[in-house]
Each structure stands twice: as structure tokens, then as C-alpha cells.
């Protein structure tokens, strides 16, 4: 398990598709967010407002990436980066955690 050290966490919860992902937003140090989220079995859509990098940190999860028509199986440790502005589709079995951070 990876702690991160020396954040301020927020007390309520980003809560999407009638509470079957959640996230909560951490503050770093240096001034940064991310958020650590769960995602239960199902398939979702996301758009992203700003840049970001995913990072599965227990999965498997499937991604189908902007512009691209296969999905790709991910599994825990793995990773991927998305601009701003677009729609990304996300799938999983089971129940899946991530760390997203916003660039």
C-alpha cells in the first residue's frame, strides 16, 4: 500500500452515476489535487475538464480511450493519460480503485 504523506483531505465525497463511483479530493504540499477514488461493476462514462493521469490502483478495469474503438484491459499499477476536454469510457467486473492527478 502507498501512503501519501502530508495532505488535506476533503470531507464530502464526488459522488457519480447514483453513488457507483465515488472520489475524494486530496490537497498536497506543493499545492496539487488529486482524488482517490472507487468504482463498483458497472460501465461508466467520464469527460475531463483538465488534463489528468489515472492511475488504477486496484483493478482490472477496461478503458476505451479518446479516438479509439478497441478496449484495453488494465490492471492494478497500470496507468493512462487523458487531455482536457474529452470523453473516456471505463468498465469494470469488480470493484476497482484509482489516484487520478490533474496537470
Avoid at 39 to 54: I, K, V, W
Avoid at 74 to 91: C, H, N, W
Amino acid at each position: 500500500m502507498q501512503l501519501i504523506e502530508k495532505v488535506n483531505v476533503a470531507t464530502k465525497a464526488n459522488l457519480y452515476f447514483d453513488g457507483r463511483v465515488s472520489s475524494r479530493s486530496i490537497f498536497l504540499a506543493d499545492g496539487s489535487r488529486q482524488t482517490l477514488g472507487v468504482m463498483l461493476p458497472g460501465e461508466y462514462r467520464f469527460d475531463t475538464s483538465q488534463a489528468e493521469l489515472m492511475h488504477i490502483t486496484s483493478g482490472p478495469v477496461e478503458v476505451r480511450l479518446p479516438g479509439e474503438t478497441d478496449w484495453r484491459v488494465l490492471q492494478e499499477g497500470d496507468s493512462f493519460e487523458l487531455a482536457a476536454g474529452v470523453e473516456f469510457d471505463i468498465r469494470c467486473q469488480g470493484i476497482a480503485e484509482y489516484l487520478c492527478s490533474y496537470r
